[in-house]
Structures are given as C-alpha cells and as structure tokens.
Nanobody, 127 residues
Framework: VQLQASGGGLVQAGGSLRLSCAAS????????MGWFRQAPGKEREFVAA????????QYADSVKGRFTISRDNAKNTVYLQMNSLKPEDTAVYYC?????????????????????WGQGTQVTVSS
C-alpha cells in the first residue's frame, strides 16, 4: 500500500490545519492507522492512532484535546484535524499503516509496529 500525506503548511499559533493521508494500492479497511511527527534534531514521536474499526483512538498527551484522528474507509483516507496549534507542533508529519492481524478495537502506538509509511508533510507553526 502507498500512503500520500498532504495538508501541511505554515500557520500562526492558535490556527488549524487538517492533514490527509490517502492510501492507494490496497484498501486500508483492515489496517490500523497512525500519525507520527519528527521535529528537527528530535526523534520521531507518536501523535495519534485509530484502530482498523475506527472505534478506538489514542493520542499523545501533548496533543490530546487539540488533535482528532479519523478515517473514511470509503475514501481510503485518514485525517488528522489539528486545532489550537502551537509552535512546538512544528514538525514533519507522517502517516503510517499497520497490516497486523489484530482485534478491531486495538490501537497501535509504537512506530515499529507499522509496516507502511507516507512521505511526510511539513507543518510549521509560527508564534
């Protein structure tokens, strides 16, 4: 499966962006999906994930209450709505897909569990 992330850009602090991750080559209906980010000089970190059923989500503490992950299996796309953005949210954001056979409500937060990665989209938040 190929993943294409888009929607990044430059926004002022307090603003919003919606990232999209469009999958091709295979349906992602049975894949857990996640978003990660990597800031300059830092390691890649978990941001949010959604179970393959869509019924369960999990967020990093740093984005909880501000970001929302969702999926539209009919469009083979996963979204990350980011509100109340802060300068510390500045990073390259990556979407990822987990093809593991897991119960529908399981959410995967470890980057090592993901099998496919998109190319990343830059998000820059100015103060």
């Amino acid at each position: 499966v190929q993943l294409q992330a888009s929607g990044g850009g430059l926004v002022q602090a307090g603003g919003s962006l919606r990232l999209s991750c469009a999958a091709s080559g295979r349906t992602i209906n049975n894949y857990g999906m996640g978003w990660f980010r990597q800031a300059p000089g830092k390691e890649r970190e978990f941001v949010a994930a959604v179970s393959r059923s869509g019924g369960s989500t999990q967020y990093a503490d740093s984005v909880k209450g501000r970001f929302t992950i969702s999926r539209d299996n009919a469009k083979n796309t996963v979204y990350l709505q980011m509100n109340s953005l802060k300068p510390e949210d500045t990073a390259v954001y990556y979407c990822a897909a987990d093809r593991g056979v897991r119960p529908g409500g399981v959410v995967i937060v470890g980057s090592g569990e993901y099998d496919y990665w998109g190319q990343g989209t830059q998000v820059t938040v100015s103060s």
